[in-house]
């Protein structure tokens, strides 16, 4: 019964999550529990599990003799990788890649110059070792496989700068480079140059050349933002 009742409650959250994030509910919207029941046909408890969890994220607010009232979106916790997830599920999703990749921007090419600075001999070997399984997987239209290194090199990075703010970012990364697999906002096999680019960084990492390993990451960022203008403009 536990795990039925927990395959209710995500049923519930993958259905108004999304919605919410869409705008299909905006800002202000009261949702009343006795009405949710009776759409998805569960009880009291299972709505209720679902409402904390985006009370959480900061999609909703429950108050007495009020409901459950949608909140404005700048109050949202746009870090949750959830809420990006559903983010880019929905009509939004060039703004929001587009946003991203700026973040992005912004974090990486300072995380990887500070992680040629204190990376150790382990993270150096996990960042040569996804760097050649991004070469590995770049052909022959293997992106899901590719995702996997992709993912886990920038983890790596963002990790090994020391700073414990960027390595937090890891899921958001992570969410936005699984939401450009899914939704197809990649070619079909990705950019060579930047899959070069990588393994150039996991070199400038491993020797401790700072400053060019924060140079090649911003390429990789420009990169990613010249893809978003051709394919999700």
């Known amino acids: 019964m536990e795990n ?11 259905s108004l999550g999304p919605a919410i ?12 529990t006795d009405e949710l029941e009776q759409r998805f046909d569960v009880s009291r408890t299972v709505i209720r599990e679902a409402i904390r ?23 949202w916790n746009v870090y949750d990788p959830r809420v990006i997830s559903w983010r880019l599920a929905g009509r939004d999703r060039p703004r929001q890649l587009r946003s991203l990749t700026v973040l992005r921007s912004a974090v990486e090419p300072v995380a990887a110059g500070l992680a040629a600075r204190h990376a150790t001999p382990e993270q150096c070997a996990e960042l040569t070792e996804h760097a050649m399984g991004m070469v590995a997987t770049s052909r022959g239209q293997q992106l ?21 703010m960027f390595a937090r970012l890891g899921d958001v990364v992570a969410a ?10 990649m070619f079909t096999d990705p ?8 393994v ?18 911003r390429e990789i960022t420009v990169g990613a933002m010249a893809e978003l203008d051709v394919l999700a403009p």
Do not use: C, W
Request: charged content about 25%; cysteine-free.
């Open 53 to 75: 969890v985006l009370e959480s994220m900061q999609l909703v607010a429950s108050r007495r003799r009020v409901g459950v009232t949608v909140r404005p979106t700048e109050e």
């Open 200 to 217: 150039q960084v996991a070199e400038a990492v491993r020797t401790g050349d700072a400053a060019r390993a924060e140079a090649l990451t």
């Open 144 to 164: 899901d496989a590719y995702l996997v290194h992709d993912m886990a090199f920038h983890r790596v990075v963002l990790t090994a700068s020391g700073n414990e």
């Open 191 to 198: 950019d060579p140059a930047a899959v070069t680019l990588h």
């Open 21 to 32: 994030t869409a705008g299909d509910y905006p800002p202000g919207t009261i949702l009343r």
């Open 176 to 185: 936005v480079l699984t939401g450009r697999t899914q939704h197809h906002v």
């Open 4 to 14: 039925e009742g927990k395959g209710l409650h995500a049923r519930v959250l993958e």
